[in-house]
């Protein structure tokens, strides 16, 4: 797609610029001592609607990730990777112990939340990798619960799982669900030691520490238990990777008995299952890209039927909570933005009322979630793409009043909310807060006086006053008159507004999940270099509302490419940095961004791109039945089975469109065992990039052996990836230290 540019010089001054930005010495240092591994060529034929695709490295493909040959070629890649940045390995370790300097290293790694007569909480210990569970008694062991209530500390603390005794042995581990028995005597915890993110169940008694011997394997890592204390709900997975059965498991009996409750038959649809805040029922929801449909279970009879509580219909969507007689939904029907409607429990799937509806002519405004209490609604909702939250009150006759929430802003240009929650029976809504310059922070807030008292914030030490770092909201102009979000943030004792400092710039844009500013202390260590970082709310995600999704999807798709690049456009013409000074990240769905973007920008713009675990070979996989999340997410991409939607995938899809031109340094990263995006499509895209590009510039390929789509689990080892990756941009920008 052609682009005109307004950069402030003419077409013939930015093509002397670009010719002198790709000879700079700095990108010519990113030579490796070894010639990158060239595996031999297959060529395979695709053919699909008359047409023929030949891919020469289609054999990478290996779902049992054993095949000798490719392993061998995935450590020469990343051979290839520590040779080409082996004169950064100074660099990286400044980095890492930079950042892990930066960590107070036995903070809470999860700020303790009330649940009955506990407080739960996780914490870590310096030098170890993973959190330790643990719980304390509340002291008064009463209902009622206020803002300014805290864990006394000088009770014993129980420890209820030390994650690094249980990874001892594993380059893999994480903890998925962690649920603790209605009576707090029993623990169920789903642990994965892969990657692959298939769980294993295991079951403890906290009364003496000893592990049951019921173990349920391959599971989703969704688990409930019933109110009797003795019943639990699980999900598994089918060959595709699809959480696809329930089950019922008690306590004491085999695996082998327990029964199939439902099997979801179509495709496109995925299982996942949560207890409702009051403890009354038990929900399993079964979704698609685009419809959903909840069934509900008393948790007070285990063993009494599931019912569907509103029948599947194409397009709608919706979620579920309850309260006294009733059932409160947050659906999209007849409401793009989502509406709030109640039903009585006796006859679920017929609406009484709407409660809360904004529409289109009103501000824009998106209700993303919703919580119920005792005494209150609190709903998280956007207005003009920032969160707030609005919490509505029942009168002394139950009737909840609608005409005039209390709405709770926060100060910030950018920030994310996340994480509403709060005991049912109690007056307290508890909030977490993070934006690009402040960082993680709970919050807790009297419901019936508005009072928000900060209960928790990450300690941040060995770093200049974070009142240095200056987070920002922007306006861009896309082509076609769009306004886009941009979140930016520097440190303003070393930005100056004249176009000389490098830029990184994030993109995700896809699913309607919107890429909110959080707080990462490793990005510090770019700041404090003169780096200012920027996220592009692009079309595609869900900042905006559905209308902003939907402009992003389908045959809308290169919308969420094009708006990166006038973003780009827009923060040079406002010269936060210039021509040849940007760099790009993105991951998954972010990575299909990156390769799309750099495929249709203009040539020398970026100085770098890091692209993480990348969905790069969209149109092969779209076609391919047998990989995971094809079938369903052929309603986020649409399904080139049909025509018209091949053509238009195979005209962005970054595999697919590798051209002959110059690109800048590229650092790809991919996991072995990844269950969303296979390993093979960033090792094939690599190996394109390779053979076509006509520069001399690396492109590099980091696979992480041992993990899956989530990278390294262990902190440390996280802190390790991060410092690889700045090292890399480090380099690209001309900053050696």
């Given at each position: 797609?052609?682009?005109?540019?307004?950069?402030?010089?003419?077409?013939?001054?930015?093509?002397?610029?670009?010719?002198w930005?790709?000879k700079?010495?700095?990108?010519a240092?990113?030579t490796?001592?070894?010639?990158?591994?060239v595996?031999?060529?297959?060529?395979f034929?695709m053919?699909a609607?008359?047409?023929?695709?030949?891919?020469?490295?289609?054999?990478?493909?290996?779902?049992?990730?054993s095949?000798r040959?490719?392993?061998?070629h995935?450590?020469?890649?990343?051979?290839?990777v520590?040779?080409?940045?082996?004169?950064?390995?100074?660099?990286q370790?400044v980095?890492?112990?930079?950042?892990?300097?930066?960590m107070?290293?036995?903070?809470?790694?999860k700020?303790?939340?009330?649940?009955?007569p506990?407080?739960?909480?996780?914490?870590?210990?310096t030098?170890?990798?993973?959190?330790i569970y643990?719980?304390r008694?509340?002291v008064d062991?009463t209902?009622s619960?206020?803002?300014?209530d805290k864990?006394?500390?000088?009770?014993?603390?129980?420890i209820?799982?030390?994650?690094?005794?249980?990874?001892?042995?594993y380059?893999?581990?994480?903890i998925?669900?962690?649920?603790?028995?209605?009576?707090?005597?029993?623990?169920?915890?789903a642990?994965?030691?892969?990657?692959?993110?298939?769980?294993?169940?295991?079951?403890?008694?906290?009364?003496?520490?000893?592990?049951?011997d019921d173990i349920?394997?391959?599971?989703?890592?969704?688990?409930?238990?019933?109110?009797?204390?003795?019943?639990?709900f699980?999900?598994?997975?089918?060959?595709?990777d699809?959480?696809?059965?329930?089950?019922?498991?008690?306590l004491?009996?085999?695996?082998?008995?327990?029964?199939?409750l439902?099997?979801?038959?179509?495709?496109?649809?995925?299982?996942s299952?949560?207890?409702s805040?009051?403890?009354?029922?038990?929900?399993?929801h079964?979704?698609?890209?685009?419809?959903?449909?909840v069934?509900?279970l008393?948790?007070?009879?285990?063993?009494s039927?599931?019912?569907?509580?509103?029948p599947?219909?194409?397009?709608v969507d919706?979620?579920?909570?309850?309260?006294e007689d009733?059932f409160?939904?947050?659906?999209?029907?007849?409401?793009?933005?989502?509406?709030?409607?109640?039903?009585?429990?006796?006859?679920?799937?017929?609406?009484?009322?709407?409660?809360?509806?904004h529409?289109e002519?009103?501000?824009?405004?998106?209700?993303e979630?919703?919580r119920?209490?005792?005494?209150?609604?609190v709903?998280?909702?956007r207005?003009?793409?920032?969160q707030?939250?609005a919490?509505?009150?029942?009168s002394?006759?139950?009737?909840?009043?609608?005409?005039?929430?209390?709405i709770?802003?926060?100060p910030?240009?950018?920030?994310?909310l996340s994480h509403?929650?709060?005991e049912?029976?109690?007056?307290?809504?508890?909030?977490?807060?993070?934006?690009?310059?402040?960082?993680?922070?709970?919050?807790?807030?009297?419901?019936?006086?508005?009072?928000?008292?900060?209960?928790?914030?990450q300690?941040?030490v060995?770093t200049?006053?974070?009142?240095?770092?200056v987070?920002?909201?922007l306006?861009a102009?896309?082509r076609d008159?769009a306004?886009?979000?941009?979140?930016?943030?520097y440190?303003?004792?070393?930005?100056?507004?004249?176009g000389?400092?490098?830029?990184?710039?994030e993109?995700?844009?896809?699913?309607?999940?919107?890429?909110?500013?959080?707080?990462?202390?490793?990005l510090?260590?770019?700041?404090?270099r003169?780096?200012?970082?920027?996220?592009?709310?692009?079309?595609?995600g869900g900042?905006?509302?559905?209308?902003?999704?939907?402009?992003?999807?389908?045959?809308?798709?290169?919308?969420t490419?094009?708006?990166f690049?006038d973003?780009?456009?827009?923060?040079?013409?406002?010269?936060?940095?210039?021509?040849?000074?940007?760099?790009?990240?993105?991951?998954?769905?972010?990575?299909?961004?990156?390769?799309?973007?750099?495929?249709?920008?203009?040539?020398?713009?970026?100085?770098?791109?890091?692209?993480g675990?990348?969905f790069v070979?969209?149109?092969?996989?779209?076609?391919?039945?047998?990989?995971?999340?094809?079938?369903?997410?052929?309603?986020?991409?649409?399904?080139p089975?049909?025509?018209?939607?091949?053509?238009?995938?195979?005209?962005y899809?970054?595999?697919?469109?590798?051209?002959h031109?110059?690109?800048?340094p590229i650092?790809?990263?991919?996991?072995?065992?990844?269950?969303?995006?296979?390993?093979?499509?960033p090792?094939k895209?690599?190996?394109k990039l390779?053979d076509y590009?006509?520069?001399d510039?690396?492109v590099?390929?980091?696979?992480?052996?041992?993990?899956?789509?989530f990278?390294?689990?262990?902190?440390?080892?996280r802190?390790?990836?991060?410092?690889?990756?700045y090292a890399?941009?480090?380099k690209?920008?001309?900053?050696?230290?």
């Amino acid at each position: 797609m052609s682009r005109i540019w307004k950069v402030g010089m003419s077409l013939a001054t930015a093509y002397v610029t670009t010719q002198w930005l790709w000879k700079q010495p700095v990108l010519a240092d990113l030579t490796a001592k070894m010639a990158p591994p060239v595996p031999t060529r297959r060529p395979f034929a695709m053919d699909a609607h008359g047409q023929v695709r030949i891919d020469e490295f289609y054999w990478l493909r290996d779902n049992s990730r054993s095949d000798r040959e490719i392993i061998d070629h995935l450590e020469k890649e990343n051979e290839y990777v520590n040779s080409t940045l082996a004169d950064t390995q100074g660099l990286q370790q400044v980095l890492f112990e930079e950042m892990k300097q930066r960590m107070k290293e036995d903070d809470y790694a999860k700020f303790p939340y009330r649940k009955g007569p506990y407080y739960y909480y996780q914490r870590m210990e310096t030098g170890k990798q993973f959190p330790i569970y643990c719980r304390r008694k509340v002291v008064d062991n009463t209902t009622s619960v206020s803002v300014v209530d805290k864990m006394d500390e000088s009770q014993p603390e129980e420890i209820l799982l030390d994650a690094n005794q249980l990874a001892a042995g594993y380059e893999n581990y994480r903890i998925g669900a962690f649920e603790v028995s209605p009576d707090h005597s029993l623990l169920a915890y789903a642990d994965d030691t892969s990657g692959a993110e298939r769980y294993v169940v295991r079951f403890k008694n906290l009364n003496d520490g000893t592990l049951l011997d019921d173990i349920i394997r391959d599971c989703s890592g969704d688990i409930a238990w019933a109110n009797d204390n003795e019943t639990i709900f699980y999900l598994t997975k089918d060959s595709l990777d699809r959480p696809d059965r329930l089950w019922r498991h008690r306590l004491s009996q085999s695996s082998l008995e327990d029964a199939t409750l439902y099997r979801e038959r179509d495709d496109a649809y995925y299982l996942s299952l949560h207890k409702s805040p009051t403890d009354r029922f038990i929900y399993l929801h079964c979704r698609s890209a685009e419809t959903s449909e909840v069934s509900a279970l008393d948790a007070n009879r285990p063993n009494s039927s599931w019912k569907v509580l509103i029948p599947r219909k194409q397009g709608v969507d919706y979620d579920v909570s309850d309260r006294e007689d009733y059932f409160y939904y947050l659906t999209n029907e007849d409401a793009p933005n989502r509406k709030i409607c109640v039903a009585p429990l006796s006859n679920p799937s017929q609406w009484e009322k709407e409660l809360v509806h904004h529409h289109e002519k009103q501000d824009k405004i998106v209700l993303e979630d919703l919580r119920t209490f005792e005494n209150h609604l609190v709903v998280l909702q956007r207005r003009n793409g920032l969160q707030e939250l609005a919490v509505y009150s029942f009168s002394d006759n139950q009737k909840l009043d609608i005409s005039s929430p209390h709405i709770i802003h926060f100060p910030e240009e950018a920030y994310s909310l996340s994480h509403l929650s709060g005991e049912y029976h109690s007056a307290v809504a508890r909030i977490e807060y993070s934006s690009l310059a402040c960082p993680h922070s709970v919050y807790d807030i009297d419901l019936n006086t508005y009072q928000m008292v900060l209960k928790w914030r990450q300690s941040i030490v060995n770093t200049t006053r974070l009142q240095n770092y200056v987070t920002k909201r922007l306006w861009a102009k896309a082509r076609d008159g769009a306004n886009i979000p941009v979140s930016i943030v520097y440190r303003k004792d070393l930005f100056r507004q004249d176009g000389t400092s490098p830029l990184l710039l994030e993109g995700y844009g896809a699913y309607e999940i919107s890429n909110d500013p959080v707080f990462d202390s490793g990005l510090l260590s770019l700041l404090d270099r003169g780096v200012v970082f920027a996220i592009a709310h692009i079309r595609g995600g869900g900042e905006l509302g559905r209308e902003w999704y939907e402009q992003g999807k389908y045959f809308n798709k290169k919308n969420t490419f094009t708006d990166f690049l006038d973003v780009c456009d827009y923060l040079l013409e406002q010269k936060y940095s210039s021509f040849g000074k940007v760099a790009i990240t993105g991951r998954s769905a972010g990575g299909l961004l990156i390769g799309a973007t750099l495929n249709m920008a203009p040539e020398g713009l970026f100085c770098a791109a890091v692209a993480g675990v990348p969905f790069v070979d969209v149109l092969t996989t779209m076609l391919d039945d047998t990989i995971p999340l094809t079938i369903k997410e052929r309603e986020e991409w649409g399904d080139p089975r049909q025509k018209e939607y091949y053509d238009y995938i195979l005209s962005y899809s970054p595999y697919d469109n590798v051209q002959h031109k110059n690109y800048p340094p590229i650092l790809v990263t991919a996991g072995l065992h990844d269950p969303r995006v296979g390993y093979w499509e960033p090792a094939k895209w690599v190996l394109k990039l390779r053979d076509y590009k006509k520069d001399d510039h690396p492109v590099l390929l980091k696979v992480n052996l041992d993990g899956g789509h989530f990278s390294k689990s262990g902190r440390y080892d996280r802190l390790l990836e991060d410092a690889l990756e700045y090292a890399f941009l480090l380099k690209c920008w001309g900053i050696h230290k």
